[in-house]
């Protein structure tokens, strides 16, 4: 599975949008790029997952780039609530589905 | 909520005693994953399975082995469980590749 680079952490302030990054330069044509969150200890939590086009879900947007080498998560309109670390996978369509995580980033929004 | 429950949710063991944690699913989903979590780190895959009897080691397989005998449970086992095996542990359900996991509550695993 390729390899994701995220910051290990951003601020944002409520009411404003959260732009996470997401380096996935060794990507391959069959990898999904999906996005989860942790909130404190709990288990993660899908926020949404695309191939090649731009996707959006009641959550949140990912808007991959056209080589496919990088993406960008969108928490339109962070609040206090969405404090957690966020996890950018990239991941095959094959048998071999690992779902490996990075570190991620840890945002802390800020009122 | 996805049908998924972790047992035991908590757990304190002695060096050098087996141990096995449950993961429980009601989803039918094809895919079960289990991932240990340290403090300051992210998870780390142990073992996951695509099918009945079809597991496969993550990138963190030492000292544990898993089972799946049927879809609905997923076991994964500490046969002399150590000290650096102290962690929490998540299972994952998934229904098939391309599509978003599930996670469990977690268990929380001290060994001393």
């Known amino acids: 599975d390729a390899k994701t680079t995220q910051p290990p952490s951003m601020d944002c302030a409520e009411g404003r949008a959260a732009n996470l990054p997401c380096n996935h330069s060794?990507?391959?044509?069959?990898?999904?790029v999906y996005w989860y969150r942790q909130i404190h200890s709990q288990g993660p939590q899908y926020i949404i997952h695309?191939?090649?086009n731009n996707e959006t879900n009641e959550m949140a947007s990912l808007i991959i780039t056209e080589d496919r080498k990088s993406s960008t998560l969108i928490l339109p309109h962070a609040t206090l609530r969405d404090t957690a670390v966020y996890y950018c996978?990239?991941?095959?369509?094959?048998?071999?589905?690992?779902?490996?995580f990075g570190t991620g980033t840890r945002l802390q929004v800020t009122l | 909520d996805a049908g998924i429950t972790q047992s035991p949710r908590h757990k304190v063991t002695e060096t050098g005693t087996p141990v096995t944690l449950r993961c429980h699913q009601t989803?039918?989903?094809?895919?079960m994953y289990w991932y240990r979590q340290d403090p300051g780190h992210g998870l780390r895959l142990i073992h996951y399975?695509?099918?009945?009897?079809?597991?496969d080691k993550g990138e963190v397989s030492d000292g544990y082995s898993v089972s799946r005998s049927k879809t609905e449970d997923f076991l994964l086992t500490l046969e002399s469980a150590t000290s650096s095996q102290t962690s929490v542990y998540f299972c994952?359900?998934?229904?098939?590749?391309?599509?978003?996991?599930?996670f469990g509550q977690g268990t929380r695993l001290t060994v001393v």
């Open positions: 399975s695509y099918g009945v009897k079809d597991t």
């Open positions: 994952a359900i998934r229904e098939n590749m391309n599509t978003e996991a599930f």
């Open positions: 695309g191939l090649k």
């Open positions: 060794t990507i391959s044509g069959n990898e999904y």
């Open positions: 989803e039918n989903h094809r895919y």
């Open positions: 996978i990239v991941d095959t369509t094959g048998t071999a589905s690992k779902l490996t």
